[in-house]
T-cell receptor, first 112, second 114 residues
Framework: GDSVTQMEGPVTLSEEAFLTINCTYT??????LFWYVQYPGEGLQLLLK?????DKGSNKGFEATYRKETTSFHLEKGSVQVSDSAVYFC???????????FGAGTRLTVKP | NAGVTQTPKFQVLKTGQSMTLQCAQD?????MSWYRQDPGMGLRLIHY???????DQGEVPNGYNVSRSTTEDFPLRLLSAAPSQTSVYFC?????????????FGPGTRLTVL
């Protein structure tokens, strides 16, 4: 079945460091790909998405490019802030669009 | 708009007790779903609904029941709570009838079963 695999955390960075969180996927067809973020004590919220190969999703300084050849959707940010501390989930809709497959989540802590 | 609301925020049950987790949305979304979040496992789909009167099972439905009598409400019932159901539960909704659109999540219910 469809699935996503995320790099294991936790990840701890200093403020202004470069962030990469790896995500690879296995899917039937070419689904949209998503990154969701969960801040402490809250539900998940959409961070960015890409709907087709070579699309780049971006939001709040975060970027991810849909790479069909490497089946990847890595999340990057050039300069992280303390307020970026959260858990990040890579996700894709299952082929029948009635389920969303989430990665295990990567906890990011940014220290001042 | 309140978005997706869930009650209660926290709940402690004893093994064998039953309860209902409430979920409501005010965005007129057709698709609603329930997930459980467990450490190291991401979110897993319990049940979903593509419209009032229509529900179906997700990946981990055992021990849970749902109904969808209105577009707004999608309660999740635990029939006889077990310690394995200790988890954080999230309700979500989205426009349209699938997960290819952005899903909006509630704040979650943290359930402990003793």
């Amino acid at each position: 079945g469809d699935s996503v695999t995320q790099m294991e955390g936790p990840v701890t960075l200093s403020e202004e460091a470069f962030l990469t969180i790896n995500c690879t996927y296995t899917a039937t067809g070419y689904p949209s790909l998503f990154w969701y973020v969960q801040y402490p004590g809250e539900g998940l919220q959409l961070l960015l998405k890409a709907t087709k190969a070579d699309d780049k999703g971006s939001n709040k300084g975060f970027e991810a490019t849909y790479r069909k050849e490497t089946t990847s959707f890595h999340l990057e940010k050039g300069s992280v802030q303390v307020s970026d501390s959260a858990v990040y989930f890579c996700a894709l809709p299952e082929y029948n669009n009635n389920d969303m497959r989430f990665g295990a989540g990567t906890r990011l802590t940014v220290k001042p | 708009n309140a978005g997706v609301t869930q009650t209660p925020k926290f709940q402690v049950l004893k093994t064998g007790q039953s309860m209902t987790l409430q979920c409501a949305q005010d965005m007129n979304h057709e698709y609603m779903s329930w997930y459980r979040q467990d450490p190291g496992m991401g979110l897993r789909l319990i049940h979903y609904s593509v419209g009032a009167g229509i529900t179906d099972q997700g990946e981990v439905p055992n021990g849970y029941n749902v109904s969808r009598s209105t577009t707004e409400d999608f309660p999740l019932r635990l029939l006889s709570a077990a310690p394995s159901q200790t988890s954080v539960y999230f309700c979500a909704s989205s426009y349209g009838t699938g997960t290819y659109n952005e899903q909006f999540f509630g704040p979650g219910t943290r359930l402990t079963v003793l």
